[in-house]
């Protein structure tokens, strides 16, 4: 009996140490480069030359892919009237108030400092960056308008999930409508990458 106590003691160890290194790998970032992106000076026109990526449909054009819309979040037939790319798109996001939406997972790399969009409305976009530890950072608030507008830089608080130089992690952008309704389109992240 004894040999069989032994025997059922070393299953165990076993497999928790295998089971340990899995779950740890789980919270550190990931080693493995982002994919390929196109990057662009988008913003150009507003006096901001730092070339951008796109953000998973954040252009909203392929119905929000991916996105999780809660509370009355929709893909309207309405784009922004402000040309970022080679042509201005058919629709965008419409957030009730009260609203949210959450992106795809973006992969990050330590030099991605902000983040930007276009807006209009009468509400606010609230903004928050969710990281993968389940960790949630407030981002800001940006003011929408009766016309279509650019935000301003917001950060993704690049500290906070913690990646090395050489490493990515995944982070994941909230936008939720406050004081009114309103529209996002065109989502870019700013990877301070410099061509």
Partial sequence: MPRLTSLSLAVVLGALAIAAPASAAKKKP???PCP???????FSAF??????????DGDFEAGAVGWSLTGGASVVDESSSILLGDALGGRSLELADGASAVSPDICVTKG?????????????????????EGRVKKAGRVRAGAAWRVSRKVSLAQGRFRVKRGRTA????????SGGPVRVDDVYVDPRFRG
């Fill in 47 to 56: 006096h901001d030359r730092s070339l951008y990526t796109p953000a998973p």
């Fill in 170 to 177: 995944n982070v994941q952008l909230r936008f939720t409508a």
């Fill in 30 to 32: 990931d080693a493995a």
């Fill in 112 to 132: 991605f400092p902000s983040f930007r969009f276009v807006t209009r409305g009468p509400g606010v976009v609230r903004v928050a960056v969710l990281y993968r």
């Fill in 36 to 42: 390929d992106r196109t990057f662009s000076r988008v």
